[in-house]
């Protein structure tokens, strides 16, 4: 079983750049290495590579890649909105 726990400044950017669920279900979910696009969005701290994070972390949410998500923003009814 493989927990994740988002970094406290991916959630605060989340939240800053005002990035929601609707945005996610929309584009869906793509496939990536999280831990990268982890590492480019602390790094890069724009709202696209913030996006393609959430992308990312959906997909392997959805694929069963990640079983919990520690901060409990993805459920299987995924909502960000809770969290902003």
Sequence with gaps: MRIFL??????????Q?????DEIYSLGGVAGDLANIQ???L???DRGTIVE????????????AVDIDADGLFQWE????DYN
């Design 6 to 15: 988002h970094d406290a400044e991916i959630l605060r950017l989340t939240k």
């Design 17 to 21: 750049h005002d990035v929601n669920h």
């Design 39 to 41: 590492r480019r969005a």
């Design 43 to 45: 790094i890069d701290r």
């Design 53 to 64: 994070y959430w992308r990312t972390f959906y997909r392997d949410f959805l694929s069963g």
């Design 78 to 81: 995924f909502d960000l909105q």
